[in-house]
């Protein structure tokens, strides 16, 4: 595939996911409005506020959409449209841009984390340790990872072989740990 037709490809995609977030909102914007008749003005406070909000949101996301579309490759705009996905729960929108994100640096630290995030509130386990296990072939000091490996493996993917427990302990034996985050380290140690 020539660099034409990469960049090509990356534009229609691009576009594609524009239509579809701009038709999701559509969509919704149509639906509150239909369930709620009533509201006399976008400027009172409660749901007029946030349906403004997500005008607001849609806006900055067509923007955004709009800068990606002339520079593929700007790892700032990844990386504001998929934590904006994340903040709306669209973790497929925000996998694809984060992923993208990826493919621009794949040493990307920030983004295989979110990748963590986002496969493990879809309750895809495998693919949410596997970032991590990225993260840490990467940065074997990474106390987050360790620590979210932990609860992985803890509660979701270990079966019987205690693989979490020397993620907990990477997490007490690092320097310069939060200490909410290493209080929480020790007590998945002691509730064994």
């Not at 919704?28 to 008749?37: E, G, I, L, S, T």
């Not at 003005?41 to 946030?50: A, D, L, N, R």
């Not at 000091?141 to 979490?164: E, V």
């Amino acid at each position: 595939m020539t660099q034409s037709n990469s960049t090509e490809v990356v534009k229609k995609t691009t576009f594609l996911i524009l239509a579809g977030a701009v038709i999701s909102m559509l969509v919704f914007f149509v639906q509150y409005r239909m369930d709620n008749p009533s509201i006399a003005s976008k400027s009172q406070t409660g749901h007029g506020q946030q349906t403004e909000d997500m005008e607001k949101l849609g806006a900055e996301i067509g923007k955004l959409m709009k800068r990606l579309e002339k520079n593929p490759d700007d790892l700032s705009v990844l990386k504001k449209l998929g934590r904006t996905f994340m903040m709306m729960k669209s973790w497929d929108r925000a996998i694809h841009f984060w992923n993208r994100a990826l493919e621009v640096d794949p040493g990307y630290t920030t983004a295989r984390m979110q990748l963590a995030q986002c496969f493990y509130q879809k309750k895809n386990y495998q693919s949410a340790a596997k970032h991590l296990e990225e993260v840490i072939n990467s940065d074997p000091s990474h106390t987050r990872a360790h620590f979210n490996l932990g609860i992985l493996y803890k509660y979701y993917l270990d079966s019987g072989g205690k693989k979490w427990d020397k993620h907990f302990r990477k997490v007490l034996q690092a320097g310069g740990v939060e200490r909410s985050v290493r209080e929480k380290a020790k007590k998945e140690l002691q509730d064994d």
